[in-house]
């Protein structure tokens, strides 16, 4: 079993209330959801409304595609435009 794990870095511009940035996230989360078997959250900086920090989640058995799903949610998100990728981290964990 191969448990695929990224943690991505947003960079909101345009927001100026933790409300706005809030309402962002869930759009973000809520569009990745529909398209992709993820598990997905918000992990980090719940309190700054200029960054935030997503996780998302996929359990398979194939590394290779694992891996190729977790680069396609990252691109899914980078052409949202909805907020700026910042780092990113992608781990792989066969169990």
């Given at each position: 079993?191969?448990?695929?794990?990224?943690?991505?870095?947003?960079?909101?511009?345009?927001?100026?209330?933790l409300k706005e940035k809030r309402g962002i996230v869930k759009r973000i989360m809520g569009r990745v959801r529909s398209k992709f078997p993820v598990s997905?959250?918000?992990?980090?900086?719940n309190d700054l409304w200029q960054t935030g920090v997503v996780g998302f989640c996929m359990?398979?058995?194939d590394r290779a595609f694992i891996?190729?799903?977790?680069?396609?949610?990252?691109d899914f998100i980078e052409n949202l435009y909805l907020a700026d990728v910042g780092e990113h981290q992608i781990e792989l964990i066969n169990i």
């Open positions: 079993m191969v448990v695929g794990i990224c943690q991505v870095r947003l960079v909101f511009h345009d927001v100026f209330s997905i959250a918000e992990v980090e900086d359990i398979g058995n891996n190729s799903c977790l680069d396609k949610v990252l």
